[in-house]
């Protein structure tokens, strides 16, 4: 039977096997010509697949065990690469630790959502990748390395996109537990927020800004700040009275608690409650992440677009991501405003808008989501990548071969 990714979008080609354990993954690994790894399935395309030949694998980690070790003295905590980030946050609470950050859908595999880049919101928070100290890898021979920080390959290996090996345990960066509280804001008009857009975007540890680009404005503000700050006022919008969901009609109790009502981190920092299908689930994504200061200036284009995106779009978001320094990060080297797309699961439509999106986004240095919907190829990114030339030397060395490589690989490094 034909299986697919999560938003029922893609359609795997090649074979799957379920490994039980890091030593069947490594004996897989080392007999396949070609290998992919699959996480929680939440990319949009064919990243994870192999489609350009009959005899790759692909190999699920689903029946690999959740494990989280706590090492107080350092604060970090060594978890498997295939564990769901709910899960491992649910461990971390019960031991009196946090993470400083978690994407708005807690469903997703840490190793997955590490290697492409993923992020929360917040002025001062790096994406997901930020908190990692070290990777333990499966490579192209079935040997595990250790890769730590302040190794010479280290801001390479990251952000990785697979090519490097399949990923089995992730040392976290853990912090004491906190709690936050989240109040969500409505009718921020377009003048309000040209007005004091960096007051806006830091007017809590985390935010998001829910859109359709009409000329309504900002639709919805989430803001997610920690208990002992001071709660955040949104000045020129409203305070919502009930939960909201940021699409239209979605269900509210698959969302997190709102209201202002203190909670622990876990439960305020996603969008949405690990128990729930979340977003919508029929749909598809895209994201551009460009340099901060442009945030104005790719507003203004996109709202000039609103009338072709509407037909198409569910809804629009827009976060930061403080800057870091893996290579192939989409926040690499600047602080930067994420514009993210929740399109109708109607492919050819939305790969027909696309390209009009790009070609208003790119030239303000915008890179794409590496897991989510784009047609950019290795022309338009490699100037957005200063560092690309740097990983792909760093692939020659570990895979060689290119037992990890795919045609989605090919398209965006070259």
Known sequence: MAQTNWAGSHTYRARIERVRSVEHLQEVVAAAPRVRALGSRHSFTDLTDITDTDDGVLVSLVDLPTTVEVDSSTRTARVTGRAAYGDVATRLQAAGWALGNLASLPHISVAGAVATGTHGSGVENGS???????????????????????????????????????????????????????????????????????????????VSLFTRWGDAGIDQVWLKSRTDDAAAELRGALRATTTMHMLEGGATESVTQQGGV???????????????????????????????????????????????????????????????????????????????FTWLRDPQRVYAVLPVVEAALLPLGARPHWGKCFTAGVRELEPLYPRLPDFRELRERVDPDRVFGNAFLDRVLG
């Open 128 to 206: 997901l990748a930020t908190a990692v100290t070290s990777l333990d890898i499966v490579g192209p021979g079935g040997d595990v390395c250790t890769v730590s920080r302040g190794d010479a390959d280290f801001e390479g290996s990251v952000v990785s996109l697979g090519a490097l090996g399949v990923v089995t345990a992730v040392t976290l960066e853990v912090e004491p537990t906190y709690d936050l509280r989240q109040d969500v804001w409505t009718g921020l008009s377009w003048e309000a927020l040209a007005a004091g857009v960096d007051t806006v975007l830091g007017s809590a540890y985390s």
């Open 262 to 340: 203190p909670g622990p981190w876990l439960d305020r920092l996603p969008h949405f409650r690990m128990e729930f299908t979340p977003s919508r689930g029929a749909e598809l994504q895209s994201e551009y992440l460009l340099p901060r200061e442009h945030a104005l200036l790719a507003v203004e284009r996109l709202r000039a677009l609103g009338g072709l995106l509407a037909p198409v779009l569910q809804v629009g978001e827009l976060r930061t991501v403080a800057a870091d320094g893996h290579w192939l990060s989409s926040s690499y080297g600047h602080d930067v405003l994420a514009l993210h």
